[in-house]
C-alpha cells in the first residue's frame, strides 16, 4: 500500500495529520507529506480514513 498526496489539491488542512499521525506530516510550505515510502499492516485503517477525511481529496492509495 503506497499513498500519494497532490500537491495542486493540498491546501494543508492537516485532517490527514490529525488523523495519522505516524504517516503524515506537513512541510515547511503547510502541505502534507508522507512520513514514510510505504504503510504498515496496524496503519492502513488510518491512512483510508485520511483518504476519506480529506477536504481536497487530495490523498490516494495504490494498493
Ligand atoms: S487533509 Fe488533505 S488537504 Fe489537508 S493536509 Fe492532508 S492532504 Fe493536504
Not at 495529520?17 to 510550505?29: G, M, Q, R, T, Y
Not at 504503510?39 to 485503517?45: Q, R, S, V
Amino acid at each position: 500500500m503506497d499513498i500519494e498526496i497532490d500537491l495542486d489539491k493540498c491546501q494543508g488542512y492537516a485532517q490527514c495529520v490529525h488523523e495519522a499521525p505516524e504517516i503524515f506530516k506537513l512541510n515547511e510550505s503547510g502541505q502534507a507529506h508522507t512520513v514514510a515510502a510505504g504503510i504498515a499492516n496496524e496503519n492502513e485503517k488510518y491512512a483510508l480514513a485520511a483518504v476519506d477525511l480529506c477536504p481536497m481529496q487530495a490523498i490516494s492509495i495504490n494498493t
